[in-house]
């Protein structure tokens, strides 16, 4: 029996990354194209130019997955995405289905990686898990029974929008005090200038050349490698702020993992031992009960295609065992 294969594609702001994935997990063959964002008919037909290519190496291919930044509804259109105007109420499913003539499934960017964690990753194994990238806003996928939790609509698990402080900095969003707010890449580095103006962190100051508007998470983490006590003050403030979240998260759905990606994670347990420690002092019942880890992701910037790959590849399968 030949291996079954399927192709993913991760449609961000400025690339679209393409694979062909076989059903183990493994990405087989790669194509990488710049994605025109500002109408659906180029972008649509970048889509079609990367499906082409990876069948050409693979004409086996049984489904195609998508995983982009944006409000995937559970048909697979998308409604909004900050950062690609070509989906605005777009039927994403439906047009990429009709036009390369292959089943496709579509969804959150964020959903396909946590999906990929899951199976094959940093939470493989688990039917609970979480995984949390802390990048220029937070994204997550929470994986509930072995699924990709999606709500009414498609669009549960935004997890960075929900308060955690009410007297807060404003979110992206429009709102107060939002987790993304206070514990993304972006917060980090808005905290090392706090602190900086503040005269509380001369390590980071002296790395960014004395301005204070030049500092940034990177110019924390270098500090704190070096030992710098002032940079690993920030750093566990940060850490706080992170747990926050996780805290509530794992109170409401109790992952067996919680897997971080993001840049902070190149740094093994500089930041990962402060979160854990704040994040173990305020989990409902630490000391009664199994303690979720928090680890790092593992798949990196290939999660994507394979967890796309994977959930069309897993829907096809229940599509044609429930035919027969
Ligand atoms: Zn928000």
Redesign the pocket.
Known sequence: MTERVGIGLDIGGTKVLGAVVSAQGEVLTECRVPSPTSTWAHLLAAIEASVTELRGSHPGVESVGIGAAGMVDLDGSIHYSPNVPAFRSTRVRADVEAAVGLPTTVDNDANVAAYAEVRFGAAAGMTDAMVITLGTGIGGGIIVGGAVLRGANGFAAEV??FQVDPNGPP?????IG?W??MASGTALGVMARAAAERGELASALALAGGAVEAITGQHVSEAARGGAADALTVIDAYGGNVAVGLVGLANIFDPGVIAIAGGIVNDGDLYLEPIRRHFLGHIEGASYRPRPEIVPATLGERAGVIGAAILALDHQRSVSAGSQ
């Open positions: 960075g929008h979110c992206a969003c429009g709102e939002h993304e707010a």
